[in-house]
């Protein structure tokens, strides 16, 4: 049976922090690359293990100074090593240059920091107010974020360690005798088990924001065709309906456009199939750039588009749909290239459904296609 002093729950969360940041490093082999920060958080709780064995080993090899200044040092360059590792992963990345200025300091105030009257208690609160400072940083950084379940409980664990370096450092400051050690053994054996556990906590959270994100990602390719990168088909019906409610609660109307490249056919058989992505990647741009939010577009099938229109009614959806007729017919290489466009109005007392009311676009498409390509035709 282990026997659970201190230092021995100091070097078990040392070397917890050491087997996630493998685990991160596994995980990072296997992320994909818009997964950023991955090598940050990797690389600090592999540098917090070499703070344990400052603080355990080379007190018993080295006079306490070189041991306290070299576990500061992994202490600090692990806290940046964090804030790194969370600035990049949501896309707020520091300089490059701020994580070897950061460990050129240290290293430096520790060097300073020594050899005269007071140098201890100088040294520790140089350093405890820098820790301060770059996870109070790291706090803000994440709760800048939309609050999901991992970033409150991130930004939880970082407040609670910098109330606990906070009050460590009063302490030290207002009881420089043993550095408050002596006084206030309770404070000392909490702060340095909840600033050891950080160690191993920060990393899970970090497990639990990628695993957030992942999750947002996939959501987002489920719902974003990929070569227009417009709505899919299931993700128009499930905001279109959303809107379509809320245009009945205000007693609104609601418009839908269904959108069909003409002779599309001639334009992949003449010029090639990359021509034709081109031409609908083209298309869908030149659209969503004539409509304004909280207009959708979604690729519905092939080269048919669908938009729809809250607070729209048959003028205005009819005035949108020549616009977007006009922008692609004048398009001088590709005779071919033009577009044929239905139109369907929802009353602010309907009851239609969107499927149904994307059926009688689809309908004034049919008579577009019918009355010669190239027109819009609106249902009534």
């Not at 006079?63 to 590792?85: E, H, K, R, W, Y």
């Not at 007693?251 to 003409?262: F, H, K, N, P, T």
């Not at 009353?347 to 019918?370: C, F, N, P």
Request: with cysteine; charged share 20%.
């Amino acid at each position: 049976m282990p026997h659970f002093d201190l230092p021995t729950v100091i070097a078990y969360t040392g070397v917890m922090a050491c087997i996630i940041g493998l685990i991160l490093h596994s995980m990072g082999k296997n992320y994909p690359t818009y997964i950023k920060g991955l090598k940050c958080w990797t690389i600090a709780p592999l540098i917090a293990g070499l703070a344990t064995a400052a603080r355990l080993w080379l007190r018993s090899a080295f006079p306490d100074s070189v041991a306290i200044g070299a576990q500061n040092v992994c202490l600090i360059t692990t806290s940046g090593l964090f804030l790194m590792g969370t600035c990049q992963f949501f896309e707020r990345p520091l300089p490059r240059r701020f994580l070897p200025l950061l460990i050129g300091v240290s290293v430096f105030a520790m060097w300073l920091f020594s050899g005269y009257a007071g140098a201890d208690i100088d040294r520790r609160l140089f350093a405890r107010t820098l820790l301060i400072l770059l996870y109070a940083y790291l706090a803000w950084v994440v709760y800048r974020q939309p609050h999901t379940f991992a970033r409150w409980l991130t930004v939880s664990i970082v407040a609670t360690l910098v109330g606990l370096i906070f009050v460590r450092t009063i302490v030290g400051y207002l009881l420089p005798n043993g550095d408050g050690v002596d006084s206030l053994g309770i404070i000392q054996g909490v702060y340095a088990i909840g600033f050891s556990s950080t160690d191993v906590l920060i990393p899970i959270c970090a497990i639990l924001m990628i695993s957030e994100k992942l999750h947002l990602v996939l959501e987002n390719l489920a719902m974003r065709d990929s070569l227009t990168g417009v709505l899919t088909r299931r993700a128009l019906i499930e905001f279109g309906e959303r809107e379509m409610a809320g245009c009945r609660r205000r007693g609104a109307s609601l418009s839908v456009l269904m959108l069909d490249l003409d002779h599309f056919k001639e334009i992949n058989d003449t010029y090639g199939h990359h021509v034709g992505d081109s031409v609908i990647r083209d298309f869908a741009e030149r659209t969503q750039s004539m409509l304004r939010s909280p207009f959708l577009l979604a690729r519905y099938g092939g080269e048919e588009f669908v938009a729809v229109l809250p607070e729209s009614d048959a003028a205005d959806a009819a005035l949108i749909a020549e616009r977007i007729r006009s922008s692609i017919s004048s398009n001088p290489e590709l005779p071919e290239y033009r577009v044929s466009i239905g139109v369907a109005t929802t009353l602010a007392a309907g009851t239609e459904s969107l499927t149904v009311l994307i059926q009688k676009a689809d309908q004034g498409l049919y008579q577009a296609k019918q009355g010669g390509r190239n027109r819009v035709e609106v249902i009534r």
